[in-house]
C-alpha cells in the first residue's frame, strides 16, 4: 500500500471513532478530535522531555491538575511567615497579601498540604500532590490566631506555627503577644499544628552568634562555657519545649525549626538525639523526599504578590 493510500486509511479510522464516540457519548465531533489530538500532543510532548514541569495529568487531593500548571511534582515548597503587620511602612505581610498570595496560588494549581502529609512524604514514602505547598510560621505570635487562622479556618488550608515555649508560657511581657494554650487547642482540630523553636534560645550571645549554635564566651571575670555545658544546655531546653508541647497539647514533636535557620553538627545530633526526625531552616529551595533538612522559601514580606511568590518558587524548579 502507498503512503498517501496508508495515510487515508488511517484518517478513515479515526473519522469512524470520532463519528461511533459522538453516538456513544453525546460530544460534538470537534470536541472528540480535541480531546485526541491533546492527548496525543501530550504524549508526544512527554516522550521528548522528562523535564517535571511537563509532567501529564496528575490528580490531587483536590482534583486534576491541568498539565499546563503543573511546575513540579514530588517536591514540596515550604513557606516561612513570622508575624503580620497592617501599618503601610512595615515590611512584615499583611492579611490583604497573605490572602492575595494564597488565591493566586490556588489559581495557578498549587495545593496546600498538612505537616502531617510532608511528613510522611519526608520519612515514610509518602504521596504529595504536584504543586504542593506547605505555610509554616515561625515564633508563635498571638496574630497567628487573630489574623491568620480565621481565614486559613475558612479556607480550609493547613498550616504550622514553631513556638518559643517561654513566650507561650509566660506571656512574653513586655514583648509581641504570643498564642495561648487554650489558643492552639482550639486549633488543632482545624489542621493546625505546633512545633518547637526552642524553649528559650532564641536569641544572640553577647559578643557571640544565635544561643543555639554558639557557645558563651569569657566575660565579667566568668570563664567561657565548656562544650559539655553548652550541650546540656541546648539538649535541655529542647527537651523541655518538646515536654511543655506534649504535656499542653499531646501531639507528636518530631519537627524542629532552627532559629535564625543557624545550626552545625552539634546542633544536628542533639537535635536527633531529643527525637527530632525534621530540622526546618530558612536555606531557600524545595523539599524533594530525601533528607532531613528542610529548606522554606520566605512569603512574609507585603512586597511579594502572588505572581512574585509564584516566580521564587518556580525558580527553584530549574
Not at 479515526?14 to 460534538?28: E, F, K, P, Q
Not at 498540604?113 to 504536584?130: C, R, T, Y
Not at 510560621?137 to 480550609?156: Q, S
Request: charged share 20%.
Amino acid at each position: 500500500m502507498t503512503q498517501p493510500t496508508k495515510r487515508k486509511a488511517c484518517l478513515s479510522r479515526i473519522l469512524a471513532v470520532i463519528l461511533l464516540c459522538t453516538l456513544l457519548v453525546g460530544l460534538s465531533p470537534t470536541g472528540i478530535a480535541e480531546h485526541v489530538l491533546a492527548e496525543s500532543a501530550s504524549s508526544a510532548a512527554n516522550k521528548m522531555s522528562n523535564s517535571s514541569t511537563h509532567s501529564p495529568l496528575l490528580v490531587s487531593q483536590a482534583g486534576t491538575v491541568a498539565a499546563s500548571k503543573v511546575h513540579y511534582t514530588n517536591k514540596v515548597a515550604v513557606l516561612m511567615y513570622h508575624d503580620f503587620k497592617e501599618d503601610a511602612k512595615a515590611k512584615a505581610i499583611s492579611l490583604k497579601v497573605f490572602q492575595e498570595q494564597l488565591t493566586t496560588l490556588t489559581k495557578n494549581g498549587f495545593k496546600f498540604i498538612s505537616m502531617d502529609e510532608f511528613k510522611a512524604f519526608k520519612l515514610n514514602k509518602g504521596k504529595v500532590p504536584a504543586n504542593a505547598v506547605l505555610l509554616t510560621f515561625d515564633d508563635g505570635y498571638e496574630d497567628f490566631y487573630t489574623v491568620a487562622y480565621p481565614y486559613l479556618k475558612e479556607k480550609k488550608i493547613p498550616a504550622t506555627n514553631f513556638l518559643i515555649v517561654r513566650s507561650t508560657d509566660t506571656g512574653n511581657p513586655g514583648g509581641n503577644p504570643h498564642i495561648t494554650w487554650d489558643q492552639m487547642r482550639e486549633m488543632l482540630p482545624n489542621k493546625m499544628s505546633f512545633y518547637s523553636h526552642t524553649y528559650n534560645q532564641h536569641f544572640y550571645i553577647p559578643n557571640g552568634g544565635p544561643a543555639l549554635t554558639s557557645r558563651y564566651p569569657a566575660a565579667s571575670g566568668k570563664r567561657a562555657e565548656t562544650l559539655a555545658e553548652y550541650r546540656k544546655r541546648v539538649t535541655d531546653d529542647l527537651s523541655l519545649a518538646n515536654k511543655r508541647i506534649r504535656d499542653e497539647l499531646g501531639t507528636k514533636t518530631d519537627v524542629f525549626s532552627y532559629p535564625y535557620g543557624a545550626y552545625n553538627k552539634e546542633t544536628q545530633t542533639i537535635s536527633a538525639k531529643v527525637g527530632h526526625k525534621l530540622d526546618v531552616t530558612i536555606k531557600p529551595g524545595l523539599n524533594g523526599p530525601a533528607g532531613t533538612l528542610v529548606y522554606r522559601i520566605n512569603a512574609g514580606y507585603k512586597s511579594i504578590s502572588g505572581n512574585d511568590l509564584i516566580t521564587k518558587i518556580k525558580g527553584y524548579t530549574k
